[in-house]
């Protein structure tokens, strides 16, 4: 099985542990023995279920959806961000070379398209900008992809 992920950055700390116990138990629930997860591998949600999916045996993938990519994450991020990247068993690139919306679209349509299912850490919300999450998993149900909501109840950004 392939899994995807998308969701919110910058979560704060009572809401980034309930969204880190929703994706360990997504990814335990998951009884396919040969699990891949695609992520972009930003901060957040993308790369604690990178390091689950890598925790549980899985496979991961990684979509990167600009050349600058890295560079336009938080530096603090960079250090797991290399890790992550060091234990990808394919990269799947956009061809882009600046980390702008656009890309970012881009290389989570190139994820979507990858998968069986797409994860989604979102609050029902509009997407603050071009290629957010809601865009992402509006993307996902035109293109007839299974997207499961991960958010704490009463949770808000």
């Known amino acids: 099985m392939r899994v995807g992920i998308t969701g919110h950055r ?3 700390a009572p809401v980034e542990q309930q969204v880190r116990d929703l994706l360990q138990a997504a990814v335990h629930s998951t009884d396919d023995t040969d699990l891949v997860g695609v992520s972009c591998i930003a901060d957040g949600p993308d790369s604690w279920f990178a390091e689950y999916v890598l925790a549980n045996g899985g496979r991961l993938e990684v979509v990167l959806p600009a050349e600058q990519y890295r ?3 938080p530096e603090e991020h960079w250090p797991a961000y290399d890790r992550l990247m060091s234990r990808a068993s394919d990269v ?3 061809g882009m070379k600046a980390s702008d919306s656009a890309a970012h679209m881009a290389g989570s349509e190139i994820l ?3 998968v069986d299912e797409l994860l989604a850490v979102w609050d029902g919300q ?3 900008g071009f290629g957010g999450t809601a865009d992402v998993v509006a993307y996902a149900e035109r293109t007839g992809v299974p997207v499961r909501v991960l958010w704490p109840e009463g949770a808000s950004r």
């Open 112 to 114: 979507v398209g990858l």
């Open 126 to 128: 509009p997407a603050r």
């Open 71 to 73: 560079e336009s994450l």
């Open 92 to 94: 799947h690139r956009t």
């Open 10 to 12: 910058g979560l704060n």
